[in-house]
């Protein structure tokens, strides 16, 4: 998928001095944010990736995935409400399944709200697919959350 981003976008891996920019936009963006030390574990950690999205030197989005046993796994993504719906979020997908796909995954999975249907559209364009939900799983608000899944590889 072609992706027109912003040209003044970087993305660029996650740092330590990105912590509090992050922490920032998690607890703006999301009802139940992530704690600051999930982000700590995403520098320190070699099974944990991050990716930020940089315009004029102000960190306006991040993401955050994993690959391991084969496949990949975005967790988070998110994207400043003031830079929404300028293909940021789809730059960051896109190098993220870039990256997954280098790694020699065979899929790449994630959880969504059912009820984010802005998100679940991006990631249908993508050639993510619904796999199934599970109940309950969101605390606040108390929410199932819908999977989804994407083949990398094709087979003979």
Same mark, same amino acid.
């Given at each position: 998928m072609d992706i027109e981003k912003p040209e003044n976008l970087k993305i660029r891996p996650m740092?330590?001095?990105?912590?509090?920019d992050i922490n920032v936009l998690e607890h703006q963006i999301f009802p139940d944010p992530?704690?600051?030390?999930? *982000?700590?574990? #995403?520098?320190? /950690?070699?099974?944990?990736?991050?990716?930020?999205?940089?315009?004029?030197?102000r960190i306006v989005a991040y993401a955050?995935?994993?690959?391991g046993y084969g496949e990949g796994r975005l967790a988070n993504i998110a994207v400043a409400p003031e830079f929404r719906?300028?293909?940021?979020?789809?730059s960051l997908?896109?190098?993220?399944?870039?990256?997954?796909?280098?790694?020699?995954?065979?899929?790449? *999975?994630?959880? #969504?709200?059912? /009820?984010n249907a802005a998100a679940i559209s991006l990631y249908k364009k993508f050639g993510f697919?619904?796999?199934?939900?599970?109940?309950?799983?969101?605390?606040?608000?108390?929410?199932?959350?819908?999977?989804?899944?994407?083949?990398?590889?094709e087979t003979d």
């Open positions: 740092s330590k001095g990105d912590l509090i992530w704690p600051s030390s999930a *982000f700590r574990e #995403v520098i320190e /950690s070699e099974e944990i990736n991050g990716l930020v999205g940089e315009i004029d030197g955050v995935y994993t690959i719906r300028k293909s940021i979020a789809k997908l896109n190098n993220i399944l870039k990256i997954v796909k280098e790694a020699n995954c065979e899929y790449i *999975f994630l959880d #969504v709200r059912p /009820s697919r619904e796999l199934y939900t599970k109940p309950d799983y969101y605390r606040l608000p108390k929410e199932d959350v819908l999977v989804m899944m994407k083949k990398l590889k």
